[in-house]
Nanobody
Framework: QVQLVESGGGLVQAGDSLRLSCTAS????????MGWFRQAPGKEREFVSA???????TYYADSVQGRFTISRDNKNTVFLQMNSLKPEDTAVYYC???????????????WGQGTQVTVSS
């Protein structure tokens, strides 16, 4: 089994930066592609970014392209560097692990509990 725990969320002002971390336990997370998703109140879970299992390929939602950067250490941690945050980035952010890099949440097998990111204007 794989357990994922996110950290690094918080309350910031527009234009600020945050770095989210997702730490895995159990099976080595390097076996998996990793994704970040977010969910705002009353909305569906939304793809944010994903990285392949070897870190060689990354993908971003249009809404975060140029502002967010995903990376991994190929051990047990994946990161999401979030710059130039906007109020519309406010959401609970979840990390996920799956066999393939995918923009669909249904493709991922394991999920963390989420970490809250709140961006004030």
């Amino acid at each position: 089994q794989v357990q994922l725990v996110e950290s690094g969320g918080g309350l910031v002002q527009a234009g600020d930066s945050l770095r989210l971390s997702c730490t895995a336990s159990g099976r080595a997370v390097s076996v998996y592609a990793m994704g970040w998703f977010r969910q705002a109140p009353g909305k569906e879970r939304e793809f944010v970014s994903a990285v392949s299992r070897n870190g060689g390929n990354t993908y971003y939602a249009d809404s975060v392209q140029g502002r967010f950067t995903i990376s991994r250490d190929n051990k047990n941690t994946v990161f999401l560097q979030m710059n130039s945050l906007k109020p519309e980035d406010t959401a609970v952010y979840y990390c996920a692990a799956g066999p393939y890099l995918d923009r669909r949440s249904l493709a991922y097998n394991y999920w963390g509990q989420g970490t809250q990111v709140t961006v004030s204007s």
